[in-house]
């Protein structure tokens, strides 16, 4: 293993696609664009192109092979193919077992024996195809910024990843699961008749100043966490308070409960993972104790 690996396989467990033929398989990472223009109101899709010229320098020599770079206004793809005897490709699915996308994928228990500079590049891997940061994800007070990752219906990776997250001492700040006491707390979209609202995306969110030191390798990304960590940190120092003491705090190490939620009745649905299915959550604290994310994982 070495750090462009570790960064490669982040992406692919992130948001990769994997086409196995007889003879060859073809990879392709998604990275999703969200909106048009950067929060400093330039294209998007110019600054990702740029970074895709980085990636390749860093990349294609590990590969053995040229990356192919597509493109349209709301996401772009990077793709390669090789054949299935390489052994590049023999390894990156003996890393993803029988996966074929971020909706089934796990993190090998192998990337946690990773090296410290490994595991965090795996972690910029991810977060590249993964990670969000803007303006408007503040926690109450607007120049408390995080930074949030997008992942779909695969519980068992959002645990993953937060425990990735743990192993080089970056807490969670709060994971948005995709259950319906979270997303339809008071039941307002259930007694509306949206019974299925709460369906959505799982968002892992971690503080700007605790994610700074990890960053992203795509440009727009990296000027907008540079921007507002330092936002958030300056506006702490105003109050007399230590930005570390402030954000670098897991949650099983404060005493904070949520408050009580009525019984919804999506809490059965098939849709849950058999863990939890048919439990009742007050807090998404309770949740990421129950699934793996907690201080003895």
Known sequence: MNNEMAYLLGMITGNGAVQRGPSETTIVIEIPHKKLETEFNRDVA???KASITDMRQILEPVLGTSLVFNQNPNVSFLSFRKRNEDYLMREIIRYIGGATSADNVRISPEVFSFTLDERKQFIR???DVTGYIRRSNYFFDK???RVYFEIPH???LVVDFCNM???VDIPVQNIDWAHPNMRDGKLVKYNQGNHDFWKKEHQVK????EYEPIG???IHKQEALS???NEHRVWLQKQGKSPEEVTHRYYWDSNGKGKAKPRHPGETDVFLPIEIRGMHFDSWKDIAEKLGYNKES
């Not at 971690?206 to 100043?209: D, F, R």
């Open 46 to 48: 110019l600054y990702v």
């Open 125 to 127: 891997g991810f977060a």
């Open 143 to 145: 120049e408390a910024h």
């Open 154 to 156: 695969n519980w068992g």
């Open 165 to 167: 997250l743990k192993s």
């Open 206 to 209: 971690v503080w700007a100043t």
């Open 216 to 218: 992203f390798a795509v």
């Open 227 to 229: 921007a507002f960590a």
